[in-house]
C-alpha cells in the first residue's frame, strides 16, 4: 500500500482524510451531515457506535 | 430477496423517495433519507459520466453477489446486455481508458483495497482529472457499503427460513 498521498490537499489547511476529500466538497458535506446525524442519535449509545467504528478500523487495518 | 436497492440515481429532494428501500433501513428514515441525498449528490459532480459510476456498480454488485444491486437498472446510464456480459467475465478491453481504471479500482475496492496501486489511482486521474477521480473513488467505496449493507439486511427467504 502506498504511503505517499496519491491526490493533493483541496485545501490550505493539511493534508488530512478532510483536506484532501475537499476536492468534492459539496458531496463531503452531505455525508458529513449524515455522519453527524448518525452519531447524535440517541438510538444507539455513543460507546456501543465507537466500540464498533474501532472494530471495523481494525478488521480493515485503517488509521482511522 | 431484499427490497433494499439504495441508488445513486435517486432523487428525493424532488419528492421521488428511495426506490424500494427495506423495511428495516426504514426504521431509521432520517439516516436513509441523508445517505440518498449524499449518494444522489454524487452524480452533478462535473467530468463524472453516469455511465462510469453504474459500471463500477453493477463490477461491485458482481464481486459481492449482490442480487438486490445486480437487478437495478439505471436508465439514465444505461448499460447493455454486452456490458454486462463483459463486466461477468471481467473483459476490460471492452471498455474506455476511464472505464478500465474505475473498474480496476473497483476490483479490489471489496475484498483487496490494500492492493490499490499508485499507478491504478493515476490512470484513473489521467483521462478525468483529480476531482472526478476523487468523486469515482467514493462512489465506489459507498457501492461496497450498499452491497455489505443490502446482504446483511436482507429478508431471510423461504429456503433460509426452511432450514
Not at chain 2, 463500477?56 to 438486490?68: E, K, N, S, T
Not at chain 2, 456490458?83 to 479500482?105: C, G, K, V
Not at chain 2, 459507498?142 to 439486511?153: A, G, N, P
Amino acid at each position: 500500500m502506498s504511503t505517499t498521498p496519491r491526490f493533493t490537499a483541496a485545501t490550505q489547511t493539511g493534508a488530512g482524510f478532510g483536506d484532501v476529500t475537499a476536492h468534492v466538497a459539496d458531496v463531503m458535506g452531505h455525508f458529513s451531515a449524515l455522519y453527524g446525524e448518525y452519531w447524535q442519535s440517541p438510538r444507539t449509545s455513543p460507546m456501543l457506535k465507537e466500540m464498533t467504528r474501532l472494530r471495523n478500523a481494525r478488521t480493515t487495518e485503517c488509521g482511522f | 430477496m431484499s427490497e433494499l436497492q439504495p441508488s445513486w440515481l435517486s432523487t428525493p429532494a424532488a419528492g421521488v423517495g428511495v426506490p424500494g428501500l427495506a423495511p428495516p433501513l426504514n426504521l431509521v428514515p432520517d439516516l436513509a433519507q441523508g445517505y440518498e441525498v449524499f449518494l444522489s449528490s454524487l452524480k452533478g459532480v462535473e467530468g463524472v459520466p453516469l455511465r462510469l459510476l453504474e459500471l463500477g456498480r453493477v463490477r461491485i454488485a458482481l464481486i459481492h453477489d449482490c442480487q438486490p444491486q445486480l437487478d437495478v437498472a439505471h436508465a439514465l446510464a444505461p448499460l447493455t446486455p454486452a456490458d454486462r456480459a463483459a463486466l461477468e467475465r471481467i473483459e476490460l478491453s471492452a471498455f474506455d481508458a476511464a472505464e478500465q481504471a474505475t473498474l480496476a479500482i473497483a476490483e479490489k475496492i471489496p475484498l483487496a483495497h490494500h492492493d490499490i496501486t499508485d499507478a491504478e489511482v493515476e490512470a484513473l486521474k489521467a483521462p478525468l482529472g483529480e476531482r472526478p477521480a476523487m468523486a469515482v473513488i467514493v462512489a465506489l467505496s459507498f457501492f461496497d457499503v450498499q452491497c455489505r449493507l443490502s446482504q446483511t439486511l436482507r429478508a431471510p427467504e423461504p429456503s433460509d427460513r426452511e432450514s
